[in-house]
């Protein structure tokens, strides 16, 4: 297959981990001879730097023209720390998913056997954990109205939803809970929002098309807790862009890192991939940011266009990093210097010999190498 990707690395460890997911995404493409072309644009903080705006009109048609989109992360804390900021990085990535219409992203959180202990939470509640959130992200709160008062002691931020907004996300997590354990939650506030009501209305109505599904409900702040207190009773979640955004970070103390959480952000005509994790900007080019939530999103753009086999390659590759404890810092490894690209390059190598024995692995990777 020919893939035309454009690569998106953004801020702060954005490009370590962006490299590792395109190094393995070579392999790929070497393994199963697929041709795959990388085009590079500048995307937050590194555009504003060169061209004064956060998505340069470059970068926007590259990704236009893109089969395919790898973004790696965006932000800076000169940006978060300046509230009269009139321009900000995270502008780039929201026009970006806008301009793409790039309305569901889709979070796997799926708890590790060989991480469990990684996790604070006790090992009982998040065992077999395999939870996947449809965030909305073309709408709510973070594209409505915003206001701020001319002596600027007011402001607002207006949620709106339209039916047709929550209908398509609706869809596709009915199907996805149709193909995984027929049980989807619909997280709102519909006890106090307007737009939370419309969600439950347009959802329960849409229930009916899918027999096989069960559909419940919770309130956000009821299921913050339960994510964490109660993870198992989960199976497909859908909820709009704000509480996804939260819940999906909460969710990721059940793996016991944010660096292992990907996403895809699908439309109906461009799809992104992204790990969940922010810029990360305290560990900038030390070689320590964890690149598996990027390799992780890699393989969520194999499975998008029906590359299956590659994509479990990818996935098998991780496990046995995992398992050996080829892994950055964050995941409390017994090695203390295995860096980001350490990590990648293991994996391109789980690609390029899968035959190879756990024997071979820990060989090669760690008694004959220098990177222990
Ligand atoms: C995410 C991020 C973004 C969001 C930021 C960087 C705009 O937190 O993808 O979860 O809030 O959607
Ligand atoms: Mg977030």
Same mark, same amino acid.
């Given at each position: ?229 109660? $993870? ?42 992204? $790990? ?77 010999? $899968? ?18």
């Amino acid at each position: 297959m020919k893939l035309n990707i454009a690569v998106l690395p953004g801020d702060g460890i954005g490009p370590e981990v962006t490299a590792e997911a395109v190094k393995v995404l070579k392999a790929i493409a070497m393994e199963f001879n697929h041709v795959f072309t990388f085009d590079y644009g500048l995307i937050g903080a590194s555009a504003i730097d060169k061209d004064g705006i956060p998505l340069p009109d470059t970068s926007l048609e590259l990704c236009k023209k893109a089969d395919a989109i790898l973004f790696g992360a965006i932000g800076e804390p000169k940006y978060d720390n300046d509230p009269y900021a009139k321009i900000r990085p995270e502008q780039g990535l929201l026009k970006l998913r806008k301009e793409l219409d790039l309305f569901t992203n889709i979070r796997p959180v799926i708890a590790y056997e060989d991480l469990l202990n990684n996790s604070p939470l006790k090992r009982k509640y998040i065992k077999d954990v395999n939870i996947c959130i449809y965030r909305e992200l073309t709408g709510g709160i973070y594209f409505g109205d915003k206001k701020v008062s001319e002596d600027g002691n007011n402001a607002s931020d207006i949620c709106e939803y339209s039916r047709f907004e929550i209908e398509r996300i609706a869809h596709m997590a009915f199907k996805a809970a149709q193909s995984r354990k027929q049980k989807l939650t619909l997280i709102d506030k519909a006890n106090v929002l307007e737009s939370s009501r419309l969600w439950r209305k347009v959802v329960k109505e849409l229930a009916s098309q899918y027999p096989d599904v069960t559909l419940d409900f919770l309130f956000i702040d009821n299921a913050a807790m339960q994510v964490i207190t109660n $993870p198992k009773q989960f199976d497909v979640i859908l909820t709009e862009n704000m509480f996804g955004d939260i819940i999906s970070e909460e969710a990721s103390v059940i793996v016991g890192s944010i660096g292992l959480l990907a996403s895809a952000s699908i439309g109906d005509t461009h799809a992104m991939f992204e $790990p969940i994790h922010g810029t990360y900007t305290t560990a900038r080019n030390k070689g320590i940011a964890n690149p598996i939530a990027a390799i992780l999103s890699a393989a969520m753009l194999l499975d998008h266009f029906g590359l299956y086999d590659e994509a479990s390659l990818v996935r098998e590759g991780v496990d046995k990093a995992l398992k050996l404890h080829i892994t950055t810092p964050d995941l409390n490894t017994k090695y203390d210097n295995i860096s980001t690209s350490k990590v990648g390059d293991f994996i391109e190598d789980f690609i390029n010999n $899968p035959d190879e024995t756990n024997l071979n692995f820990t060989n090669i990777h760690l008694g004959q190498s220098t990177i222990i």
